[in-house]
């Protein structure tokens, strides 16, 4: 247990008195006083009851038992409460009217009445006068109190007194009971339905007093219709990529000019616009100028609409007063439409095969080759079709008509198309029924290479467009259209030649003629690349020596070229690169490179033509059809026949010492 406070300050003072010099003499033994053994009677048993002692004896209970407050007392200060209380509140509300409600001087903005009159359904474009009285119900005079007039935005004014949204009109002194009456002249402008309201203030000063004190009020209405209506003619449903139109019509509904109007279009996403009428101001803005009342501007927009069969798209139009000068954006809209469209399946689902594909990619062919076209057609509608057409259009370079042909279908030459009808199919096509099939055929000649030669990238395009009749059903297209198409890509006429030269070798005559066996006599070849239409990327050479025949040095023209040799492997390469289109043809240079090999024969040779180069093959990939090209040559012999100069009886390898005939 803790010592208690009073045994802690006599064990801190007998400290200080020990540790002290001058309290430490002064410190002796005491002399303790004797215990006493006296013996102390404890009863056995209890002997009687003892008496309870009564609460109010103790002095501690009775002090705190809580006193009883007298009656009188209590009512007197819950009288004094109540009455502080009611008093508070007095001087809340005193203070409130005193201060808000006019009591503090004899003017009040309560006191001033402003009443408009007006009707509560406003036609848009159309004006209108409000009547606004301003009365003053006050005892004292209103200074220098003016009406400040905040219209919607759009709303035309009267220049002289107003800016372009407000007015202030000064009404000078208005005495004690009297009022000012005002009209509001003004053109408003919304949408039907548009709620818009008119904010009203009227500054007042008081006499002696520099402060401006301000009253106000507001003008609420509806717009019963809009000053422009727009009517969007255009299908509901229409076919991913296929050809859209839509005419857009604004008119005028307003009894007054509508100035500076535009009328802007929100394309939703996958619209591609391919042409407008008129030409807009700029992507989906047109100005439609002044529009007196009754005008009309009509808007054609032509384009397609890309997505998913079952996507659903919104176009957005809004026709309106110009923001600013020279702004493109609408200020104030007077109206606004839109035009729900949905991306349907195809009615009629077209499929084109060019030579058997129908890889999206462009379908490679050689100039002069027979192309096969197959179209076949299903009729995806729940409902007949009814008069279809069916019209493939070749496009790009020119098609020798001579050489278009058709079981079933008429080759049309005024626009190089193939027509199928139900006249040209037997009534075939007169009817389809939901689900009936197809197939129309043709084909056509491919022009060859000397009419090309002047035509880089040579393509076709065969564009096949069907159209129908759909009766019965409402917000899809009556007259049906559906496209495909398919590129041609006409391939580039690629060619090398490899020719060996002795009396006209570059590098200088060296050896003999007819070559001699155990002499070496060396050859100059000359490689020669030609290309026509399309340019060949990755062009590369690559050919083979025998072990008697030997590249000499670097000998090889133009420097310039990439030309490697394997002394081990005896294999020639010539990185050609690219080979540009036309090279060779129409009096360009063609692509070359001469190199020089000496060729020693055996005598196990004589008599014989060997071989001088073997294996040599022209590789590279056409850049527009993406193909891979190889082309291979014949091997060079001695038999150098395109020498000038060089007859056959020099081509045979003769014995050493032989002597030609003179």
Not at 511 to 518: E, H, L, S, W, Y
């Amino acid at each position: 247990m803790p010592p208690s406070d009073h045994e802690g300050e006599k064990i801190e003072r007998l400290r200080r008195a020990m540790y002290s010099r001058t309290y430490a003499d002064k410190l002796g033994p005491r002399e303790r006083r004797v215990l006493e053994n006296e013996p102390t009677g404890v009863p056995e048993d209890w002997q009687h009851k003892p008496e309870p002692i009564k609460p109010e004896d103790l002095p501690l209970e009775a002090m705190l038992r809580p006193q009883r407050r007298k009656k009188g007392a209590y009512s007197i200060l819950k009288f004094a409460l109540l009455a502080a209380a009611v008093f508070f509140v007095g001087a809340i509300l005193f203070f409130g009217y005193y201060l808000f409600f006019g009591g503090a001087s004899s003017i009040s903005a309560r006191n001033i009445d402003i009443a408009i009159t007006g009707p509560a359904q406003i036609a848009g474009g159309e004006p209108v006068n409000l009547q606004v009285t301003v009365t003053n119900h006050n005892r004292e005079p209103l200074d220098e109190a003016a009406l400040v007039v905040e219209y919607p935005a759009g709303t035309r004014l009267d220049p002289a007194s107003c800016s372009e949204s407000s007015c202030r009109i000064a009404l000078g002194t208005i005495a004690p009971g009297n009022a000012a009456a005002i009209k509001l002249p003004a053109v408003y402008q919304g949408t039907a339905g548009q709620r818009a309201s008119v904010h009203m203030e009227v500054e007042y000063r008081l006499g002696g007093s520099d402060s401006t004190f301000v009253a106000e009020s507001d003008y609420g209405f509806v717009f019963t219709s809009s000053p422009l209506s727009i009517a969007v003619e255009g299908n509901t449903e229409t076919v991913s990529g296929q050809p859209m139109r839509l005419v857009l019509t604004v008119l005028s509904n307003a009894s007054q000019p509508v100035p500076d109007a535009i009328l802007t279009a929100t394309y939703p996403f996958g619209f591609r616009e391919s042409s407008v009428q008129p030409q807009a101001a700029a992507q989906g803005v047109w100005n439609l100028g002044t529009l007196n009342p009754g005008d009309k501007k009509e808007i054609v927009i032509n384009g397609s609409l890309s997505g998913e069969t079952g996507d659903s798209r919104v176009f957005q139009f809004k026709a309106g007063s110009r923001e600013s000068p020279g702004s493109n954006k609408i200020g104030v809209a007077l109206s606004e439409t839109q035009l729900p469209m949905t991306i349907a399946q195809p009615f009629l689902d077209l499929d084109l095969a060019v030579n058997n594909s129908t890889d999206p990619k462009a379908v490679a062919v050689t100039p002069g080759s027979t192309v096969h076209v197959a179209v076949t057609y299903k009729n995806n509608l729940s409902t007949s079709i009814e008069n279809a057409v069916v019209v493939a259009k070749l496009s790009g370079i020119s098609v020798n008509g001579t050489t278009v042909r058709s079981d079933n279908g008429f080759y049309r030459s005024t626009d190089n198309a193939v027509l199928w009808d139900k006249t040209t199919t037997d009534g075939e096509l007169s009817h389809l029924d939901s689900g009936a099939t197809g197939k129309l055929v043709f084909t056509f000649q491919v022009p060859h290479s000397e009419l090309l030669a002047n035509i880089q990238n040579p393509t076709l395009v065969i564009s096949v467009n069907a159209a129908g009749e759909r009766l019965g059903e409402t917000g899809v297209p009556e007259n049906l259209q559906s496209t495909v198409q398919q590129k041609i890509a006409v391939a580039s006429n690629l060619q090398m030649r490899a020719d060996a030269l002795y009396f006209t070798n570059p590098f200088g005559v060296t050896g003999n003629m007819p070559p001699m066996a155990g002499i070496e006599t060396a050859y100059a070849v000359v490689f020669s690349i030609t290309n026509t239409t399309n340019a060949i990327t990755g062009a590369r050479v690559t050919a083979q020596l025998p072990p008697y025949v030997r590249l000499i040095g670097n000998h090889y023209l133009p420097a310039s070229e990439k030309v490697t040799f394997n002394g081990n492997t005896g294999s020639f390469t010539w990185d050609v690169g690219e080979v540009a289109a036309g090279a060779g043809t129409n009096g360009a240079p063609p692509r070359q490179v001469v190199i020089e090999v000496g060729f020693t024969p055996s005598t196990s040779q004589i008599g014989t033509q060997p071989v001088l180069m073997q294996d040599i093959k022209l590789t590279g990939s056409d850049s527009l059809t993406g193909d891979d090209i190889s082309k291979t040559v014949e091997n060079i012999t001695t038999n150098i026949s395109g020498d000038p100069g060089f007859s056959s009886s020099n081509a045979t390898v003769v014995a050493p010492g032989f002597q030609p005939q003179q």
